[in-house]
């Protein structure tokens, strides 16, 4: 059974830096694409970032620049590395492995069947 296990979520101030971290217990990570969403209370899911199984990495304009996505396929590990939080990215984060298959959007949740239960991140101003 797939189980994603993320972490790494906490307070931080304007301006700080935070890794969260997702874990493959049971499976792997490996030849698929991982991505991470967010979504604020009110809102609907937010695409953040994903690394391939060729290790390209996707990010909207809102991230790109602050954070990084990356991947350690020996320990069925996905990192996101948040630099410069600011208080529009507080949110609960989710990481997500995504349907194999040629065709569908790495920004699109509708693109992902597994899903972990998110690490909550709130940026203080």
């Known amino acids: 059974q797939v189980q994603l296990v993320e972490s790494g979520g906490g307070l931080v101030q304007a301006g700080g830096s935070l890794r969260l971290s997702c874990a493959a217990n049971?499976?792997?990570?490996?030849?698929?694409?991982v991505a991470w969403f967010r979504q604020a209370p009110g809102k609907g899911r937010e695409f953040v970032a994903a690394?391939?199984?060729?290790?390209?990495?996707y990010y909207p304009d809102s991230v790109k620049g602050r954070f990084t996505i990356s991947r350690d396929n020996a320990k069925n590990t996905v990192y996101l590395q948040m630099n410069d939080l600011k208080p529009e990215d507080a949110a609960g984060y989710y990481c997500?492995?995504?349907?194999?298959?040629?065709?569908?959007?790495?920004?699109?949740?509708?693109?992902?069947?597994?899903w972990g239960q998110g690490t909550h991140v709130t940026v203080s101003s």
């Open positions: 049971g499976s792997s990570f490996n030849g698929f694409t």
């Open positions: 690394v391939d199984d060729g290790d390209r990495t």
């Open positions: 997500a492995r995504k349907r194999p298959g040629l065709f569908s959007p790495v920004f699109s949740s509708a693109s992902y069947n597994y």
